[in-house]
Nanobody, 126 residues
Framework: QVQLVESGGGLVQAGGSLRLSCTAS????????MGWFRQAPGKEREGVSC????????YSADSVKGRFTISRDNAKNTLYLQMNSLKPEDTAMYYC???????????????????WGQGTQVTVSS
């Protein structure tokens, strides 16, 4: 059974940093495009940052460009999201996701996702 397990969320003050990790099991990471999505209360789930199967290319939403960096280590079957200069509006549940169609990383859309993690909460206080 495929599992994506996120870790690294928590409570941080505005301006602080967090690093999210996502470890995959029963799934070979380099077969998939990967991404991070988030959902705040009362809002739709949105793509934050997505990355190609080999890590050479990535997409980031305008709201996080210059602050968040996505990366992957296929040998460790792990995906990362380094989040710097956090803002209260970054508060949300963050989800790791895998897309079987490896070309979809450039769109970072929920409709393209094959597998989802359970999520990790990120709360940024002002």
């Amino acid at each position: 059974q495929v599992q994506l397990v996120e870790s690294g969320g928590g409570l941080v003050q505005a301006g602080g940093s967090l690093r999210l990790s996502c470890t995959a099991s029963e799934l070979t990471l380099d077969d998939y495009a990967m991404g991070w999505f988030r959902q705040a209360p009362g809002k739709e789930r949105e793509g934050v940052s997505c990355i190609s199967w080999n890590g050479d290319s990535s997409y980031s939403a305008d709201s996080v460009k210059g602050r968040f960096t996505i990366s992957r280590d296929n040998a460790k079957n792990t995906l990362y999201l380094q989040m710097n200069s956090l803002k209260p509006e970054d508060t949300a549940m963050y989800y790791c996701a895998a897309a079987w169609d490896r070309g979809t990383w450039r769109y970072c859309r929920t409709a393209d996702i094959t597998y989802w993690g359970q999520g990790t909460q990120v709360t940024v206080s002002s």
